[in-house]
């Protein structure tokens, strides 16, 4: 039973430790698999942000080197208009109609409050800077004040969503602005170099990626009608922090009521002085894929943790076994199951150290045990050493140690107790075993009885070796005295 007990709780030690190995080598595993993942997710959109800046910037070098041209008629166009104002100050009499198709462009009267007041493009008269695009309004009041020819870059036509590039340049007076608009993605170099058809390639390519803009000044989408890309309150914060600093800006917020991130990135051109100069472009993914990833991880190593650990029961199982009764012995008495010499000292010490009242050391021999293994054999001595050792077992209380020294000697460690309890515990002990022993006919017939002797620590010492000693001295006189009695150590001689 002590031996069975004994090997539970070694099997359920192993299996906490093990539990514990298994479980942190597992976790530190897959925390270093999902950082690993979730890098390669950041480097993936790293990856698609640097393609969508290379392919912006590719059209931007073509035009900068192979369209230099366009300015130059933009610029002639603009002089020739203001020349016709200073002919003909009445934008009432121009016909815009023709005037676009002899110059192959868009032509907008901007006013000295920054509203369109005429157009060949109907659906933008009307058009007030100062309400849709506060930035530009800015720059149109400086470059009134200039009167010099400015011409920008990659931009768009707000109602339609086109690419388009767009030039600036005031009246002598300075009442009116001439803004020319010219259609990019007609030109054999916007078909080479489609930056929109780009981003629409890594979009499908890309399952993580739900969408990229390319934002200009004003935060409107290239190649989007303004109406239907407006962006939110959040998103216009995002934008215009990352517009001012330079820096990189994520949000959390919803695609389609699908959670989603949105990464605001700064994009200054190279090729570029304008009002286009500074973009941001705007990259909403989500996190599906490495949700899934991560899931699939943490299933497997949820089935590889069951399965380290159900190896880890096996083994440790196994290893209880073997190891179990060679440990248990050698602390414990193989014919009774109670501790031996070998634990008596650690122990005793243990108890002594942690207990801070009296302590009884009683130590006990079967009297004439020596009898019933001359006469009745060694077999039956073994057998009454297992049945006096069950009743010791049984008297003793809770947090009370028994233990056997050899042979038919025994030692009882009972804590807490005071001179007179040790007594009548003693001499309670003396009859059971009398009682106990009479009823068993080979301990009859050898008169088979128990004497004790007794110190108590701290009074008689606090040394195991020492209480030994005075024990045993105690025991010699119970066993002068006639047997089957106890006996107590005194200073100055031995008392009952």
Not at 103 to 109: F, K, P
Not at 246 to 256: D, G, I, M, S, V
Not at 268 to 290: A, H, M, P, R
Not at 414 to 435: C, G, N, P, W, Y
């Amino acid at each position: 039973m002590g031996r069975t007990r004994f090997r539970l709780k070694l099997f359920l030690v192993m299996i906490v430790f093990a539990l514990i190995i298994s479980l942190t080598t597992a976790t530190i595993a897959y925390l270093q698999i999902r950082d690993h993942v979730i890098i390669d997710n950041e480097q993936q959109i790293n990856t698609i942000q640097e393609m969508a800046e290379d392919s912006l910037k590719a059209i931007e070098k073509a035009y900068f080197f192979f369209d230099k041209s366009t300015a130059e008629k933009m610029e002639a166009n603009t002089i020739y208009l203001i020349q016709k104002y200073e002919e003909q100050p009445s934008f009432e009499k121009w016909d815009f109609k023709e005037l676009k198709d002899i110059l192959n462009m868009d032509i907008y009267v901007i006013n000295d409050k920054n509203v369109i007041t005429y157009s060949s493009f109907q659906k933008d008269i009307g058009l007030d800077f100062n309400v849709c695009c506060k930035k530009l309004a800015r720059i149109l009041d400086e470059r009134r004040e200039s009167g010099k020819f400015y011409v920008d870059g990659l931009d768009i036509e707000q109602q339609t969503g086109e690419i388009k590039k767009y030039s600036y340049m005031a009246t002598d007076d300075k009442r009116y602005i001439i803004q020319l608009g010219y259609s990019l993605q007609n030109s054999e170099i916007f078909r080479e170099f489609n930056f929109l058809s780009a981003i629409d390639e890594l979009t499908a390519k890309y399952p993580s990626i739900n969408e990229i803009n390319i934002l200009n000044l004003g935060g409107y989408s290239l190649g989007q009608p303004v109406e239907e890309a407006k962006l939110s309150k959040e998103r216009r914060n995002a934008f215009e922090h990352t517009l001012k600093t330079k820096e990189k800006t994520e949000l959390k917020a919803n695609w389609h009521n699908e959670p989603a991130i949105y990464r605001y990135v700064p994009y200054e051109s190279d090729f570029d002085e304008g009002t286009t100069k500074n973009k941001v472009i705007e990259i909403i993914y989500n996190q599906y894929e490495l949700e899934s990833v991560l899931n699939k991880n943490l299933k497997s190593f949820i089935i590889q943790f069951l399965i380290s650990l159900t190896i880890t029961i096996l083994i440790a199982f196994l290893i209880s076994r073997w190891v179990s009764k060679p440990m248990y012995l050698a602390y414990h008495d193989s014919l009774t199951g109670l501790m031996n010499r070998s634990a008596f000292e650690e122990r005793v010490r243990h108890i002594l150290s942690e207990n801070k009242g009296t302590t009884a050391f009683l130590m006990l021999d079967l009297d004439n045990f020596k009898t019933v293994n001359d006469d009745f054999g060694h077999d039956k001595g073994d057998e009454l050493l297992k049945k006096a050792a069950n009743l010791l077992r049984n008297f003793l209380r809770k947090g009370d140690r028994i233990f056997r020294l050899g042979g038919d000697e025994f030692v009882i460690i009972m804590t807490s107790v005071d001179f007179e309890e040790t007594k009548i515990r003693a001499q309670e002990l003396i009859e059971q075993m009398s009682e106990h022993f009479k009823q068993i006919t080979e301990a009859a017939q050898a008169e088979l009885s128990v004497s004790i002797g007794i110190a108590f620590a701290p009074e008689h010492g606090i040394d195991p070796e020492e209480l030994y000693k005075k024990a045993d001295m105690a025991l010699y006189k119970s066993k002068q005295k006639g047997k089957n009695q106890f006996s107590i150590y005194a200073n100055e001689g031995l008392g009952n």
